[in-house]
């Protein structure tokens, strides 16, 4: 059985900036302070994206982050959602 791989494209802007900044392995709170966000928002858009992508765990979905480039994105790269 082959397991599928979800584009990036399934997320939103914010939801794939999240994912990537959760994939190099930020904790909730140090990915939420830079980008003017309570860990809770935070933890909302993760879970967005894990039933996006279908993964359910943090290491599968950094797996997936690193997999389509996303752990290279940056706090200053963000855009405003």
């Known amino acids: 059985m082959e397991e599928r791989d979800p584009s990036p494209e399934l997320l939103s802007p914010r939801e794939r900036q999240v994912v ?3 994939g190099r392995g930020l ?8 980008l003017y966000l309570s860990p809770k928002t935070i933890d909302v858009i993760r879970q967005s ?16 982050a690193h997999r389509h480039g ?10 405003r959602a």
């Open 49 to 64: 994206a894990y039933d996006k992508l279908g993964i359910h765990n943090r290491v599968r979905l950094a797996l997936w």
């Open 27 to 34: 904790r909730v709170r140090e990915v939420a302070a830079p």
């Open 70 to 79: 996303l752990d290279n994105e940056t706090p200053d790269n963000r855009e």
């Open 20 to 22: 990537g900044l959760l």
